[in-house]
C-alpha cells in the first residue's frame, strides 16, 4: 500500500513538495520549492494609455481595481509527515529547489536525489538567496554550513531515455527511474519501483517538444499498466503551439527589428530561457553584437559544462559594470540578454531604464509572466503608458513582444500520455485549481483525479 500527500504545487503552481509514504514505512519526497508572496518592487504602471493627451486623457491606474496578490506561506508544509527519508529534486526551478535547505535542517540525515546540472542550479539559488539578503542588510534566512549540508547529503543520478536500465537503489523495497523530462537542463521524471512492481509515473514538470538546449521527454510505453501516474498540468487546458513554429517567430521578429536599427533586450528566466534566447538571437542576427549578462553568466557556464548551447557563448558574456554602461550608452544597436525574475530584477533593471522610453529599443519576453509582476504589467501595456521605476517615472516608446516557449506539455499531451503509459489513476497537479477542475469534468469516467494541498490520496 502507498499514498501521496501534498505539502505545495498540488492545486497551485509553486511551491511543489509532494511525498509518497509506503507500508514498509518509507518516506520518499519529490521537490521542496517556493511559491511568490507578492512582487515586492518599486516599480509599477503610473498610466495605461497614449501619452498625446491632456492629462485627462491618461487612464490613472486606481489601486483598488488592481487584484491583490494572495497573502500565503512562502513555504510548502514540511510538517505533513514527521520524517522524510529520501528526497528527489526533479529539475532546478526555485519553486521546486528553494526550500530544500529548510527540508534538511529538519531531516538532516535526508539522502536527496538530484542529476548535476540540477545540483549546480541548487548551489547558485542558495547561494544567492544569502547574497541578496546580506546585500539589503537583512538576517539571512539559512547560512552558508545550511547549504554545504544539503550539498553534501546529494547522489547525483543520471536521467536515461528508455526504461532498460538499473534503477536507483533506494532501499530494499524501493527503487526509482529517472527518466529525461524535456522541462530545462538536467530535468527528470521517474518511475517508482516498489516491491519489483513498477507502480507509477511521476512526471515532474516534463516537455515533450525539442529546444534549442535540450531534447524533449521520450514517449515512452508501459504496456503492462500502473497503478497510478501524476502528471503536470501547468497547462492542462491550454493547446501549445508548435514549438519550431513559435522560434520561427521570435527568429523573425529579431531579424527585423535589429535591421531597423532596434536594439534587442530579452527579459526572461536565467535557467534555460536565457540561453534559448542566445540561441534563437545568434541564428537570427549571426553578425549582431550579443551579450549575456546577469546571472545568466553562471547558468550558462552550466549549460556549456553540458554541451547544451553553443560553445562561442561565454566570449558573449558582459564582463563588468563598465562593459554593461558601455553597452547601454552605445551608438551602435545590439542584442542583450538579461534575466530578470518577471521584476526588472537585477541588472535587466538598468537595461530597462534606460530603454523603455526610447523608440529604438525592443524588450522580449520569451516565457510566462505572473500577472502580478511588474514585468505583466509592461509586456501588457501600450506605447505611451508611464511606469514607475523607484522615485523616476519614465514614459514607455519602446516596442514590446511576448513570445511563450513553454517547457510545460499541454492537455492534449496529458491525455496521449495517459493512454501510453494505462495508469489506473491519473493525478493532476502543478497546476490552475478551476482548470484542472474543468479538465476532469470534459473527461468522466476516465481515472482523473485533482490533487489539493494537504489532501491524502490512497494510491494501492
Not at 521520450?218 to 497503478?227: A, I
Not at 501595456?381 to 523607484?390: C, I, L, M
Request: aromatic share 10%; glycine share 8%; net charge negative.
Amino acid at each position: 500500500m502507498a499514498s501521496l500527500i501534498f505539502g505545495g504545487g498540488a492545486n497551485e503552481v509553486g511551491a511543489s513538495h509532494k511525498v509518497y509514504v509506503f507500508d514498509d514505512g518509507t518516506v520518499f519526497a519529490i521537490d521542496c520549492g517556493l511559491r511568490p508572496t507578492g512582487f515586492d518592487s518599486d516599480i509599477s504602471c503610473l498610466f495605461d494609455g497614449k501619452l498625446n493627451g491632456s492629462q485627462d486623457s491618461k487612464n490613472q491606474l486606481d489601486p483598488s481595481s488592481i487584484e491583490a496578490f494572495p497573502t500565503c506561506q512562502t513555504s510548502p508544509d514540511m510538517d505533513i509527515v514527521p520524517l522524510v527519508d529520501f528526497l528527489l529534486l526533479t529539475h532546478g526551478h526555485f519553486d521546486h529547489v528553494g526550500a530544500v535547505i529548510y527540508l534538511v535542517k529538519k531531516n538532516p540525515r535526508i539522502i536527496i536525489y538530484a542529476t548535476a546540472p540540477t545540483r549546480e542550479f541548487c548551489k547558485f539559488h542558495w547561494f544567492t538567496t544569502i547574497d541578496l539578503a546580506e546585500r539589503k542588510k537583512l538576517e539571512p534566512p539559512y547560512s552558508p554550513a545550511d547549504v554545504e549540508l544539503a550539498l553534501s547529503r546529494m547522489m547525483i543520478i543520471a536521467p536515461s531515455v528508455g526504461v532498460a536500465v538499473n534503477p536507483v537503489k533506494v532501499n530494499d523495497n524501493l527503487s526509482f527511474i529517472p527518466i529525461s523530462a524535456g522541462h530545462t537542463l538536467g530535468a527528470v521524471s521517474c518511475f517508482l519501483v516498489y516491491k519489483n512492481e513498477a507502480v507509477g509515473f511521476d512526471t515532474g514538470d516534463i516537455s515533450f517538444a525539442d529546444t534549442r538546449t535540450v531534447q524533449a521527454a521520450p514517449r515512452l510505453k508501459w504496456n503492462d499498466g500502473l497503478r497510478f501516474m501524476v502528471v503536470d498540468s501547468t497547462r492542462i487546458g491550454e493547446t501549445n503551439p508548435p514549438r519550431k513554429k513559435t522560434e520561427a517567430e521570435c527568429i523573425e521578429t529579431v531579424r527585423n527589428a535589429f535591421a531597423e536599427g532596434k536594439f534587442i533586450r530579452f527579459l526572461t528566466y536565467a535557467i534555460g530561457r536565457s540561453q534559448e534566447a542566445y540561441e534563437l538571437a545568434r541564428e537570427a542576427c549571426p553578425d549582431a553584437p550579443i551579450f549575456i549578462d546577469g546571472a545568466a553568466r553562471e547558468i550558462s557556464e552550466v549549460f556549456l559544462q553540458n554541451n547544451a548551447m553553443s560553445s562561442d557563448a561565454a566570449k558573449h558574456f558582459v564582463g563588468d559594470k563598465k562593459e554593461r554602461f558601455q553597452i547601454i550608452n552605445g551608438i551602435k544597436p545590439n542584442i542583450v540578454i538579461a534575466p530578470s525574475a518577471m521584476r526588472f530584477g537585477g541588472c535587466a533593471r538598468l537595461y530597462a531604464e534606460e530603454g523603455i522610453s526610447r523608440s529604438n529599443h525592443l524588450f522580449i519576453s520569451l516565457g510566462y509572466l505572473d500577472p502580478h509582476s511588474p514585468e505583466y504589467s509592461f509586456f501588457e501595456s501600450e506605447k505611451g503608458s508611464v511606469f514607475k521605476f523607484g522615485p523616476d517615472a519614465i514614459p514607455r516608446f519602446c516596442d514590446a513582444e511576448r513570445l511563450n516557449l513553454t517547457g510545460h506539455c499541454d492537455g492534449n499531451d496529458v491525455l496521449e500520455t495517459k493512454d501510453r503509459m494505462k495508469p489506473e489513476m491519473t493525478i493532476l497537479n502543478h497546476g490552475d485549481n478551476a482548470k484542472m477542475e474543468k479538465f476532469i469534468a470534459e473527461h468522466p469516467g476516465e481515472g482523473f483525479v485533482k490533487s489539493e494541498n494537504g489532501k491524502e490520496l490512497k494510491l494501492f
